[in-house]
C-alpha cells in the first residue's frame, strides 16, 4: 500500500512539473515572438552598368534585421534569397541565403554594408570558408571606397 501512495506522489509531481515546463516554454515564445516584430520597413537599390539589385530591409523590435535582397547580375544570374543580421556601429552585417536563377541549391554569404547618410555601401571583403561554412575575415579590413554598389534609398512597393 506504501509503495502505490509513493508511485502516485511521484507521478503528480512529474505532471506537476512538466506544466510548469510548459508555460515556461510558452512564455519564452512570446517574447521572442514579440522581439521579432517588425519595427519599420526600409527599400534600397543598386545599379552598376547592367546588374541591379533589390533590397528590403525589415528592423525588427529586438534590433535585429531582416529581409529579401534579388540580385539581377548581367548577363543572365539571377540571385534571390533572404537576409538577416544586425548593425554594429555604422557597419551592418548580414547573411545572405539565396538560390541561383531559382536552382534548387542554396547559398550562404556574409555580407557587409556602411551606412552612410541615405547610402547603403556593399563593401568587398575578404571571405574564408571553414569547414563549409563562409565567413569575412575578422583581421582583414573591409574596403567600402572601391565599390561597384551603392544602395540608394527608394520607395517600397506595394505587394
Known amino acids: 500500500?506504501?509503495?502505490?501512495?509513493?508511485?502516485?506522489?511521484l507521478l503528480s509531481f512529474i505532471g506537476?512539473?512538466?506544466?510548469?515546463?510548459?508555460?515556461?516554454q510558452k512564455?519564452?515564445?512570446?517574447?521572442?515572438?514579440?522581439?521579432?516584430?517588425v519595427v519599420s520597413t526600409a527599400c534600397y537599390k543598386a545599379i552598376y552598368e547592367k546588374d541591379t539589385i533589390d533590397l528590403k530591409l525589415n528592423t525588427l523590435k529586438n534590433g535585429k534585421l531582416t529581409g529579401d535582397m534579388?540580385?539581377?547580375?548581367?548577363?543572365?544570374?539571377?540571385?534571390?534569397?533572404?537576409?538577416?543580421?544586425?548593425?554594429?556601429?555604422?557597419?551592418?552585417?548580414?547573411?545572405?541565403?539565396?538560390?541561383?536563377?531559382?536552382?534548387?541549391k542554396t547559398?550562404?554569404?556574409?555580407?557587409?554594408?556602411?551606412?552612410?547618410?541615405n547610402q547603403l555601401?556593399?563593401?568587398?571583403?575578404?571571405?574564408?570558408?571553414?569547414?563549409?561554412v563562409t565567413y569575412l575575415v575578422k583581421d582583414k579590413p573591409i574596403d567600402f571606397d572601391s565599390v561597384k554598389y551603392k544602395f540608394d534609398s527608394v520607395e517600397c512597393a506595394a505587394k
Request: charged share 25%.
Open 1 to 9: 500500500m506504501r509503495n502505490l501512495t509513493l508511485s502516485c506522489l
Open 16 to 24: 506537476l512539473q512538466s506544466c510548469k515546463n510548459e508555460e515556461k
Open 27 to 37: 512564455a519564452a515564445e512570446a517574447v521572442k515572438a514579440e522581439g521579432e516584430a
Open 70 to 104: 534579388v540580385m539581377n547580375v548581367a548577363p543572365s544570374t539571377v540571385r534571390k534569397g533572404e537576409v538577416a543580421g544586425e548593425f554594429h556601429g555604422d557597419t551592418l552585417f548580414v547573411d545572405y541565403t539565396f538560390k541561383v536563377n531559382e536552382d534548387a
Open 107 to 117: 547559398f550562404k554569404n556574409p555580407m557587409a554594408f556602411l551606412k552612410r547618410n
Open 121 to 132: 555601401i556593399l563593401g568587398n571583403g575578404t571571405m574564408q570558408t571553414t569547414m563549409g
